[in-house]
Every structure is written in C-alpha cells, then in structure tokens.
C-alpha cells in the first residue's frame, strides 16, 4: 500500500512568518511529487511540482525533495491570511501509473493577522 | 486560463439510483481521471483514462462504476446503483501528454449526495 504521510495540523503562524509543510511518502519508486492548495469546499489547484532532488522556488514557495529520504516539504515564506487553506502533498509513482496521484491527508495552514 | 468543466454542481439521489456525472477536460488533453473526496478524508484516486480506454483504476471503481467519452469533448463517470458511502465530492482532471503528467487542473467538482 503506497502511502504518503503529512502532519495534519493545524500548523498557524503569523502573517509574515514562514509555513513550513512536511511530507513522507512509503514508495520508493514515486518520480513526480506535488503540492496543492485546497480551500474549504473547492478543488485542488496545483501550487508546485518538483521532480529531482534539491530545492524549487516559485515566488514565495520553494519546495524541497530528498528522495533518499523520501521527503517532501513546502516552505511558504511571508505568509498571508489568503495562504490559510488546507495543503495537500500528493506522488505520483513512474511505469504506467500516468496521472495516478497519492495524495496525503492534508495539513491546515491558519495565517493570522 | 482553460478549465476543466464539471456538472451537475451538485447531485441528491435516492440509494440505488444511478447517476452519470459529466465533465469536459481541457480541449488539447489526452488522459483524463476521475478522483474522489469524501468529506473530511484524502483525495482518491478512482480511473485514469486514455486513448478511448481505462489505463489504470483503484480498487474503488469497481462494476457499479464506469466512464465513457461518449464524443469528443465530454468525458462522464456512471455509478450504476449507488450507495450511501458513495456520497463525495467528484472531481475530474486532465492532463497533456508531456514526459511528465501532472495534473494541473482539477475540475470545481460535483457533490454527490445518496440519501
């Protein structure tokens, strides 16, 4: 059973700070990993996806792979209220699995004012 | 920004009834998917689907469900006589053809409701 582990929160921080989101996964074979923002009562909307190891940057989020480790994490610097959402890893395993996302179960990010 | 299209927004059907849910991918996408959330849990992964044909399904999309592409732009998942536990949310996706298929866009959904 492939899964993929987040700490679900709620994780709340000031606005400004820095969110720091973190994410495990079991397959060793996963390729592609993602992060997708969720507000309450809507779809998943893409927000970064990384495919080798290292560090990502996209404005004010940097994602961060270790495959060895199999870990991923999001880092969200300056955070605004408008960030509060629920965060959600998901993999993606190589071969035929095309488009077959694992998703965890979501962390919830509060920013406060 | 292209879309991928959802409807019914929202769905109530009595237990047993069949329902289709309908969805229009992005027009120059390839492989299409079904995933589901039921309320307060992850998403799942329920049918990917490519070249007229089913490339992968969970262990969820079992006989009551199926999909279709019945022309070529709508692309609609069937529950044949659904239960209470069906009730989610849906959404469809789709992807390009690209070395790496992610998933950028998600449909807005439809919320299925089995009374």
């Known amino acids: 059973q492939k899964e993929v582990e987040q700490n679900s929160g709620p994780l709340s921080v000031p606005e400004g700070a820095i969110a720091s989101l973190n994410c495990t996964y079991s397959?060793?074979?996963?390729?592609?990993f993602f992060w997708y923002r969720q507000y309450s009562g809507k779809s998943p909307e893409l927000i970064m996806s990384i495919y080798s190891n290292g560090d990502k940057e996209d404005g004010r989020f940097t994602a961060q792979l270790n495959k060895a480790s199999q870990y991923v994490s999001l880092l969200i610097r300056d955070s605004q209220p408008s960030d509060s959402a629920t965060y959600l890893c998901?993999?993606?395993?190589?071969?035929?699995?095309?488009?077959?996302?694992?998703f965890g179960q979501g962390t919830i990010l509060t920013v406060h004012p | 920004e292209p879309e991928v299209t959802q409807t019914p927004s929202h769905q109530v059907t009595q237990m047993g009834q069949e329902v289709i849910l309908r969805c229009v991918p992005i027009s120059n996408h390839l492989y299409f998917y079904w995933y589901r959330q039921i309320l307060g849990q992850k998403v799942e992964f329920l049918v990917s689907?490519?070249?007229?044909?089913?490339?992968?399904k969970s262990e969820i999309f079992d006989d009551q469900f199926s999909v279709e592409r019945p022309d070529g732009s709508n692309f609609t998942l069937k529950i044949r006589s659904t239960k209470l536990e069906d009730s989610a949310m849906y959404f469809c996706?789709?992807?390009?053809?690209?070395?790496?298929?992610?998933?950028?866009?998600f449909g807005s959904g439809t919320r299925l409701t089995v009374v």
């Open positions: 998901a993999v993606m395993s190589g071969g035929t699995s095309y488009g077959k996302l694992t």
């Open positions: 397959d060793r074979v996963s390729q592609s």
């Open positions: 996706a789709s992807s390009d053809s690209g070395a790496q298929l992610r998933i950028g866009t």
């Open positions: 689907f490519y070249n007229n044909e089913i490339s992968e």
